[in-house]
């Protein structure tokens, strides 16, 4: 099954290509369709590489511009079907959650796509503008998780509410001991969010009484997990794949 998937977050966008269980030709858009509407254009372009798709899912969490992304898709897909991403749709998991509508389609494609890549029981991590922990139990049941603040979200306010403190790029090695303030900010957001990371994860595990899994996805997993010691098995595209799951089932 060949189809374009696309998940829509609040400071970015991916679009990729889903074509027998894996994921190719991954664009990424910073700013989104109101910011970059031919950037987006372009990467739907590229992803679909010429040829036909069946379809596209759009995984959004961003509802004010799905209407322009359905447009776009049928405009740029030759008026293909599309499906929106919730948790009414048959998928790997099964949903069990007090109120399943307010469920990110992000995180229900990140446990989807870590279900059917890893096996159950299963925590996804996703670092993106939030960080959220999403669980699934031995008999894969989606039953919620954990959300903070992510990482741009933590530096940026430091920077947005302080008079001296600068913006943090958040990449290179962490050094041992701060010797600017450059240098100290890195180690509060590096080695500090390990902290969070690693509490969290401690948390749920203890509340389920299992050994999980441990996947982390998003565009800060890699350098915020570099070196920590913990078992995550990082899946930069886990997001787009579990959307591509989420297709196969609701078109099989």
Known sequence: MRMVVVDVGNT??????????RVSRVSRVKGGIKE??????????????GG?????????????????????VQREQGGCRLLTVDATLPMD?????PDPSSIGADRLAGACGGVRRYGAPLIVADFGTALTFDVVTPDRRYVGGAITPGLPLM???LYERTALLPRVVLEG??????RSTQQAMRIGAQIGYRGIV???VTYLSASQDCTFT?????????????????????DPDLTLFGLGCIGEKSWA
């Not at 998991?93 to 959650?97: A, I, L």
């Not at 090695?173 to 701060?178: D, N």
């Not at 441990?214 to 990082?234: C, P, Q, R």
């Open 198 to 200: 690693r509490e969290i």
């Open 214 to 234: 441990l996947v982390a996805t998003g565009g800060y997993a890699d350098w915020a997990l570099k070196d920590s010691g913990m078992a995550f098995t990082f």
């Open 173 to 178: 090695p962490c050094p041992e001991l701060g």
């Open 52 to 72: 036909a798709v069946c379809g596209a899912v759009l995984g959004s969490v961003v509802p004010n511009v799905n209407a322009d992304w359905i447009q776009l």
């Open 12 to 21: 970015s966008t991916s679009i990729g290509l889903y074509e027998n269980g």
């Open 93 to 97: 998991v099964t949903v069990d959650y």
């Open 155 to 157: 530096t940026d306010y």
């Open 36 to 49: 970059e509407p031919e950037r987006c254009a372009k990467a739907l372009r590229e992803a679909a590489h």
